[in-house]
């Protein structure tokens, strides 16, 4: 056994490698701000909408967590898990796992609490979620979710409220009107289509309906093909189909594309495909009272529509669906053209309180992924929370004058304007550096002389870059901001701020 705190030669000391686990981000100032932003702006409209804030942690109990229940020694597939300590009588402790989405633990929570809570229930949450998932480009074991649900109500009018509250949301978080539509379905009426083109096998009414979900990427025809025998794709794989034939196949093709024009519209041509179908006919009911309800509520045609090609959770919901996606054109840092789609979703599901208290409890609800709107909104040229900031720099002449810069940012700071002292060891070439990696809108100087005769050297950095990129336009701002000014002491913090422009409150 090697000693290796001893003189051996061939002896190592062990170093850890600097890495963090795959699929968990590291997150500097410009990330936080934007998702601080977001779920500022959204939690605001969440609150005038009569929605509680709720926190349930971020454990529970593997087996209350529904979606991934333990059929091992180690419940981890799809979470993360871990055993609790063993209880009082020495018995093993159970296994916990962190949450994998907002919505189970609410679940949760809704039949812990039911007796005591306001019914029906309204809360919102927002807060980190963990999946243990194989991580890929855009896809995280960990990232930020918020999301809106009513629990206790069966009224097609708590899934308008929440479409509605939805479209306002994403508009404060940043997208303005037109950049984002909320797309609308029923559950029923994909179950009601299923029943009179004679699907009766789980097994083809789920080929039926993954090939209605791939109407985006295959288009009609493919659609077509995918409802009948089956699909050679372009690399010679064939995928099986449902295996309806003649009108079965027309129906859903006519229904998967009624979704043109306005939601009027929309429902009536709906209604000639479905049929008579019970369970159809309930579907057309909940969704002409969810129009109704979006129309006082003020949500147009282009905000919300109805879109019966949207399939969401096969085994989850159980009536509306519905589906945010983007519609502003992004690009990555290279040019180049990216699609987000989706950035957000929901719909009722009436049985998941119903795990804890056998009794169904009617639910519906609208989650999106907070770090992928940010990521989306950044793609459009939205920074989200606008540009990033930093701190105003004092710079730091001489050891002996450093009260004065302290007093400086001192005075900015209560201002409401962030400010710090350079805190290094170098001269001031490196030190404008620094101001400028940090982004820093202005420089302090204050040698002897300035404070001596009681003035203060203010170096407009904001300026010096519009300079230094060649920007042609804003002339009369230009003119009206020196680089670099000399004014009395007094005058500092007005001079900021107008340097600023208000960024930081002012």
């Excluded at 004014?487 to 913090?493: A, F, K």
Aim: glycine share 12%.
């Amino acid at each position: 056994m090697t000693d290796q705190t001893s003189n051996d030669p061939e002896a190592t000391t062990f170093r850890p490698q600097a890495r963090n686990p795959r699929g968990f981000a590291d997150k500097r100032a410009r990330d936080l701000r934007a998702e601080r932003a977001i779920l500022e702006a959204v939690s605001a409209v969440y609150e005038r909408y009569g929605f509680e804030a709720l926190d349930t942690g971020a454990f529970e109990y593997a087996d209350a967590l529904g979606k991934f229940l333990p059929d091992s020694d180690r419940p981890n597939e799809g979470v993360f898990a871990l055993q609790d300590d063993p209880d009082s009588e020495g018995k093993n402790g159970q296994w916990m796992a962190l949450r994998y989405d907002l919505t189970a633990p609410l679940a949760r929570f809704a039949a812990q609490n039911w007796e005591t809570l306001p019914k029906p229930f309204r809360r919102y949450a927002f807060g980190p979620v963990w999946r243990n998932e194989k991580p890929g480009p855009g896809r995280f074991r960990e990232f930020i979710q918020c999301d809106a649900d009513t629990v206790g109500s069966a009224r097609p009018e708590a899934d308008a409220e929440i479409i509605a509250m939805a479209v306002e949301g994403l508009e404060a978080a940043g997208l303005p009107r037109g950049a984002a539509v909320l797309k609308i379905n029923n559950r029923k009426l994909l179950n009601g289509l299923l029943t009179a083109a004679g699907v009766e096998t789980g097994g083809q009414k789920l080929a039926v309906l993954r090939a209605v979900d791939k109407l985006d990427r295959l288009g009609v025809e493919g659609v077509r093909l995918l409802l009948g025998e089956g699909r050679l794709d372009e690399s010679g794989a064939f995928t099986k189909g449902a295996g309806l034939v003649g009108k079965a196949v027309d129906s859903v093709v006519d229904f998967v594309q009624a979704g043109s024009g306005g939601r009027a519209a929309t429902l009536a041509k709906i209604a000639e495909v479905i049929g008579g179908s019970a369970e159809g006919d309930e579907g057309l009911e909940e969704l002409a009272k969810i129009d109704t309800a979006l129309r006082s509520l003020g949500v147009a045609d282009d905000q919300a529509l109805f879109e019966p090609s949207i399939v969401r959770g096969l085994e989850y919901y159980t009536g509306a669906v519905f589906e945010a996606e983007l519609l502003l054109s992004t690009t990555d840092d290279k040019g180049n053209k990216v699609s987000f789609g989706s950035i957000g979703g929901g719909g009722r599901y009436d049985d998941l309180v119903a795990r804890f208290t056998g009794q169904t409890t009617p639910a519906t609800g609208f989650s999106f992924g907070v770090s992928r709107l940010a990521a989306a909104l950044r793609a459009a040229g939205r920074e989200p929370g606008g540009a990033a900031r930093g701190p105003v720099v004092v710079i730091a002449f001489d050891q002996a004058h450093m009260g004065d810069y302290f007093a400086v940012a001192g005075e900015l700071r209560a201002a409401g304007i962030p400010a710090e002292v350079y805190l290094g060891t170098s001269g001031m070439r490196p030190q404008m550096k620094y101001a400028d990696r940090r982004l820093s809108p202005a420089a302090i100087m204050l040698g002897g002389d300035e404070i001596a005769a009681g003035t203060v050297t203010i170096k407009d950095l904001d300026l010096g870059r519009e300079l230094a990129a060649g920007v042609a336009d804003n002339a009369a701002w230009k003119a009206e901001r020196p680089g670099q000014q000399t004014i009395p002491r007094g005058e500092l913090v007005a001079a900021v701020r107008k340097i600023t422009s208000g960024d930081f409150g002012g």
